[in-house]
Nanobody, 122 residues
Framework: QVQLVESGGGLAQPGGSLRLSCAAS????????MGWYRQGPGKERELVAI???????????NYADSVKGRFTISRDNAKNTMHLQMNSLKPEDTAVYYC????????????WGQGTQVTVSS
């Protein structure tokens, strides 16, 4: 059974940095894409960043406009881990951050972590 475990959340001051990690276990297959979502207080869950496997370059990334230039997503396929480096944090980045992994086999199979709280406050 696939398990995704996030770590690295916590409290940061505005302008500060945090690095989230997601460790995947229990799979004997590779994921077509992995990403980070977040859900702020009273808000719907939204996509933060995604990394897609394949292609000539070996993969591509996409970011929500609100985090472009501040957040960087990366993936270590050998270790089955994914990271989100968050710099220049803003109070509006406060949310529960969820790791997501997806694979396609006739249909999409989606897997979620339990979430990790990120709070940006002075």
């Amino acid at each position: 059974q696939v398990q995704l475990v996030e770590s690295g959340g916590g409290l940061a001051q505005p302008g500060g940095s945090l690095r989230l990690s997601c460790a995947a276990s229990g799979s004997n297959f590779s994921f077509n894409r992995m990403g980070w979502y977040r859900q702020g207080p009273g808000k719907e869950r939204e996509l933060v960043a995604i990394i897609i496997s394949g292609g000539i370059s070996g993969g591509s990334t996409n970011y929500a406009d609100s985090v472009k230039g501040r957040f960087t997503i990366s993936r270590d396929n050998a270790k089955n881990t994914m990271h989100l480096q968050m710099n220049s944090l803003k109070p509006e980045d406060t949310a529960v951050y969820y790791c997501n992994a997806a694979r396609y086999s006739s249909r999409w199979y989606m897997y979620w972590g339990q979430g990790t709280q990120v709070t940006v406050s002075s």
